[in-house]
């Protein structure tokens, strides 16, 4: 009997580990909104995805599309012009285009909230009404 509760102890500590590595996510994987209903990845109409930006005090560069470039170096017919922190301007062939690295979040100014509760006049006088002063 001792035998069989320690085999199946052994055999319960080898499977625990591969269930639950099943459950963690790849974190180089694209997020989910970019996804299509057959599974891939969904490539912006201009089929250009700026990926990485890359800043250092020696150097600026992008990946787009796989590509390591660098400021003045083309893709597509465009060149690379400015290199931001979040997105990249190219230009070429009498246009402009700006690439974003995350597309799909509006960037708001910095110290700009909307209201809540807290905001709300009525509200600040019930706080400091049921506030014990002592």
């Known amino acids: 009997m001792r035998r069989h509760a ?11 580990p591969a269930a639950l590595a099943q459950q963690l996510r790849d974190p180089t994987r694209p997020p989910s909104f970019m996804a299509t209903a ?40 465009l060149k690379v012009a400015e290199i ?19 597309p799909a979040v509006e960037k708001r100014a910095q110290g700009v909230t909307e209201p809540g509760p807290a905001d709300d006049p009525t509200t600040k006088k019930k706080n400091a009404a049921s506030t014990p002063k002592g």
């Open 6 to 16: 320690v085999g199946l102890l052994m055999a319960a500590t080898a499977v625990i």
């Open 38 to 77: 057959s599974g891939a990845y969904a490539v912006p109409e201009s089929g250009l995805v700026l990926q990485t930006v890359l800043i250092s005090p020696e150097r600026r560069a992008v990946i787009i599309n796989g590509r390591l470039l660098h400021l003045g170096e083309g893709i597509a017919g």
């Open 84 to 102: 931001r922190e979040s997105e990249v301007l190219l230009k070429g062939g009498g246009e402009a285009r700006t690439l974003l690295l995350y």
